[in-house]
């Protein structure tokens, strides 16, 4: 699979972890930054870059890294088309593809290690879209909702 990855400072050293980890895996990895920790770096850029990425074509899915997730969750959500959360257990970052059809997983470079970030991505990347109706039909509202307020 084809990822957008890019995380602000906070998430640099786990971005950086996951980076190595997908490509040892046969992942197509497109690593967005930052490239240090050392440099500070805001998550709405990070966000922005992933999101971009993936609308554009350049990616399947994307992970984008903040501190705790949130700051990266909100802004990624901020542009139409992306459908991203924060996963910090296995079922979580499986379950907002199967049934929510999350396309950008957003994790929390101070929450979750390395070890339970790779179970979180491995889960995330392994997952599709379940085509049940019920499914298909929430997205669909979702959907509604997303066009709604563009209006």
């Known amino acids: 699979m084809k990822l957008a990855l890019a995380s602000d400072h906070a998430g640099f050293p786990l971005k950086d972890h996951l980076v190595r980890y997908l490509r040892q895996r046969g992942h197509e990895v497109v690593d967005l930054g930052v490239e240090s920790e050392q440099v500070r770096a805001d998550y709405p850029d990070a966000a922005a870059a992933v999101a971009q990425a993936v609308l554009g074509g350049n990616a399947e899915r994307g992970i984008v890294i903040c501190g705790s997730g949130i700051g990266a969750c909100i802004a990624a959500n901020k542009f139409s088309g992306i459908y991203a959360s924060i996963a910090h257990d296995t079922y979580s970052a499986a379950q907002g593809v199967e049934h929510d059809r999350m396309n950008v997983l957003c994790l929390g470079g101070r929450v979750v290690g390395p070890s339970v970030a790779e179970q979180l991505v491995e889960a995330y990347v392994r997952a599709e879209p379940n085509p049940d109706e019920r499914y298909e039909r929430r997205f669909q509202k979702v959907k ?8």
């Open 144 to 151: 509604a909702i997303e066009h709604k307020e563009q209006s």
